[in-house]
């Protein structure tokens, strides 16, 4: 997991490099014209899905959502999908639910796309579009470089789409560099202070709703943590009751409209007397315990690097805590859902 | 909260003999033909929205989605909405980020429903069309009737819109009671169990996805506890490695296929050394430490009865830790979320 992590900044800077590759892809789902955007996943590729989601809805202004695959696995649903791009998101490309999802989605009309860092899974076979995340083979049980990797290759489909040139990802590879080696401190720092901990809380509003989630599946993942996420909406909506002085708060703060509406949350969750690791480019800005800073990007492109200090923390954590990050008990690199 | 929860039978007898005030908006929506659904909802009501995606998906053969109020509220996204169904779900019609996302849905050409318990809100104002979920005053913070009220409100619009005539849900208000008179003997048992637990984790597939996610909500705000929630395909994906000796697993098994979808979780939650509480119609066929059941119903009728015993099992795991389950520290009833 250690190695994985320290990979990104290449993983990244090639796959910016590469972007070219996806043209023939954009163009075909520009030439389709989606009315509705459906993305089908499972555990870390699921938060990167709903980091796409608010991608499709915010720069693509197509509206979108976030398959349930089991209604049609379990239960048969054949809804018309026609006008529909289906776009489905998986490491291994090799989920049986996830295929045939995908397959079925294609029978009905869907544009669909497998987004997979396996080229020539059955994944990408049933699909008619794919692309390829391009981050190699990954060993750790806990997906690191390839969510980075999915997170950036959905950017950059979507920027595509739109006609744009991946300016905002340029040096998007120096930057997960600069964002790791500024963290090295401060998730030490947060490591001593959380060693003991057993209640976690994660958060974030907007696009950082996904890394918050990511966030806590590493943690219970890695460190075995009942780690919860909430967007920071939905915490104040009722969670928050659960918040006292016995939780740490993991809150994603990058500068932007995500960020500043992360105010409440925070002054919310320091009123129930929590202690708040903040990670992000605005993380400097925010009453916190201890703050982790990356380097600050586009609003959209920030889930990227936020993220790198949330993967460290776990594989840190996990470490101090007695346990090994690459041996979690109970998982599969692949996991066989119907 | 125990007041609440003991008027549900009649609140959902009622509301199943009012069902035919949903034939015109049901009629509206039959002709408005959409291809799409989406909901948009927070907290309880979001568990509640998750439920309609399932039956929009599977009964209407409709695609549907989860509305991320942000992407209109904080990021300004439009997109265009002609041809799609816009459900708005809040107790309180007052939530101003669900008012505006309904008002910005309608804007945008889609057809706009809001299924709420306070007719003449913000929201029933904004919208076009309304549906009363008619549950009554709700006094307590944490939701029950009004959550297992909007399940059926959902249920009966969505069969209305069907052609059904609700004889799945005809007995509901005898089956509620039914459900309650014989959970208090296993929740008891269960109290007894779970007393002094840090880490439980819910699941359910499928329909019942809905209700673990309700379950985890009702145990984290009146018990404090860190309760994750997993459909079954997700926990197997990952998270089944922080479960173990020292977890508690709320197994939601009704008969169906979602039921029988649940066979290999609960196996894998066995192995790993959890005490499992089953809940459910099918509970008393699975291995269980603990088995509540409810009577057998229709399968997309099944999360009605469900969230009865676990809401009953917040309420009894709250007082025997000592909390006031109608006083949660840091819970408002409306949420001023923007």
Known sequence: MRAEIAEQPGVLGAAVERRGALAPVAGRV???????????????SDHAAL?????????????????????TTLYGARPDL?????????????SPDLVEATRS?????????????????????????SVDIGAGPE????????????????YLLVDAVRGGTGADVADLGELAASALAGSEGPVAEAVTRLRFVDRVVTTGRGYSSATAAEAALKLAETSYLSARSYSGADLLHGPVAAVGADTAVLAFTSAGRGGAAMEPVLAAVREAGADVVAVGSAAAEVPAAVRVGVPRTAEEVAPILEVLPAQRLALELSLARGGN?????????VTQTR
Chains 1, 2 share one sequence.
């Open 30 to 44: 520009r030439g389709f014209a989606p009315r509705f955007a459906l993305f089908a996943a499972r555990g870390s």
């Open 51 to 71: 980091y796409a989601k608010y991608l499709t809805e915010v720069l693509l202004g197509l509206p979108s959502g976030l398959v349930s695959p089991s209604t």
């Open 82 to 94: 026609s006008g529909v791009l289906h776009v489905t998101v998986s490491q291994s490309g090799g």
């Open 105 to 129: 989605a294609r029978e009905r009309g869907a544009l669909t796309v497998a987004v997979t860092n396996t080229p020539g899974s059955p994944l990408a076979e049933v699909a008619e579009l």
């Open 139 to 154: 060993l750790a049980v806990a997906a690191t470089k390839t969510y980075s990797a999915t997170l950036l290759a959905l």
């Open 325 to 333: 990050p690459d041996r979690p008990r109970g998982l599969n690199k």
